[in-house]
């Protein structure tokens, strides 16, 4: 048995209190007769779980590498060329840059990802090998869901769907992507060319699925409500997601609810990035509606922005910048997102700091929930299984 004593913290930000990690998990006390293996002293500090990054792509990031200057891209395709570009220019393979980025999300207090990584004929399958190679070098520190992801397309790209398959076959990944299927994809306004693929893919070997829709109006809408409708048909509620879905901001409110109704019906999780007011989900309508939300970082300074920085608090920040977020409820809801939100989402149990529940958090100073939200201060203790995984920004081990 292994029991690790946290004294004098504050979950939530609320009265001090000792928190008992045994074997992973939170107790409510010492076990009878049990002495703590370690003991860690809090300081009064805020306890809060540690956060869950529901969409991000490592294998494009130049984080930690020399300055990459960017040029501009006006459409789609153009970003997909600017991908091969960087990737070119990169000097560190995608199992460093993979592991160099995951491991400071880990020290901003992240403990699990769901990572999209681009197969196409550039890359064959180098993402999904060198995420595999980053996610073992921090075992134990973060868990790492895999996406293998079209970027290029699926049928607008020959041998993209053939990788899809040797990547799923092969057991690479966890999760097959899709994108645009109406849209960028070049294929019917239902996205029927596409999802044969994914769906097929699904059922015979057992990948859950995640889809990029970034298309407004119809082109969004048509692919989503099929979406919904093969995930039931197939049996699959539960296992698949439509990541960032830009055509729902724009729905009426009775639409909205419609189409929410439609989703939650068919167990279609959905995540968002808050890039910016018109885009972000509105996530509180949608869960009332009983829909799983995750938040993400999507791209981390990659050729697509020079933005990022893995980092799930500041991402919580971000969510209530972009959604105008006033009230303590509000601020706490986009932290709550960021934690309890991903971890549904990826099947994993909350830190909630209750006995029984993960012994999964971080410490910091600070006042209350809120306004850790806004002033985002160090990350003093991140801890994953009632274990130090980092302290001041560096990782533990």
Known sequence: MHVTLF????????PVTDLVAVDGVLAAELPPGARPSAVLEGGGR?????????????????????????????????????DVELFEHQR?????????LLAHAVTRGTRAVRAHVDVAPAYGLAGATGLREAAERLAGKLDVQSVAFPQHGVVRTPGVAELLTEAARAHLVDAVGGIDPAGFDGGSADGREQFDLLFGLAERY?????????????????PLRELAA???????????????????PDLPA??????????????????????????????????????????????VRDSWSPYGNADMLHRAHLLGWTTDA?????????LELAA????????????????????????????????VVIDLPPRELVVKAGRVVAEYGSLVG
């Open 7 to 14: 004294r004098q913290v504050r979950p939530f930000g609320g």
């Open 46 to 82: 805020i306890a809060l779980p540690t956060l869950v990054d529901a969409h991000i792509h490592p294998d494009k990031t130049s984080w930690g590498e020399p300055w990459y200057s960017r040029r501009p891209a006006h459409s789609l395709p153009e970003y997909v060329v600017g």
């Open 92 to 100: 560190a393979p995608i199992g460093e840059r993979a592991h160099r």
């Open 206 to 222: 057992g990948v859950l699925l995640d889809v990029h829709l970034h298309d407004r109006g119809a082109a969004g809408l048509g």
């Open 230 to 248: 093969r995930t039931v048909a197939a049996g699959l509620q539960g296992r698949v997601t439509a990541s960032h879905v830009f055509c729902l």
């Open 254 to 299: 009775a639409e909205l609810a419609r189409t929410a109704d439609l989703l939650a019906a068919a167990g279609i999780a959905l995540t968002t990035v808050a890039p910016s007011a018109h885009q972000v989900l509105p996530f509180r309508e949608l869960q009332a509606r009983g829909l799983r939300i995750g938040l993400g970082s999507d791209g």
């Open 326 to 334: 006033r009230t303590d409820q509000e601020l706490t809801d986009c």
């Open 340 to 371: 309890h939100g991903g971890a549904d989402l990826l099947g994993l149990p909350r830190a909630d700091l209750t006995p029984g529940s993960p012994a999964d958090f971080l410490l910091v100073d600070g006042e209350c929930t809120p306004q």
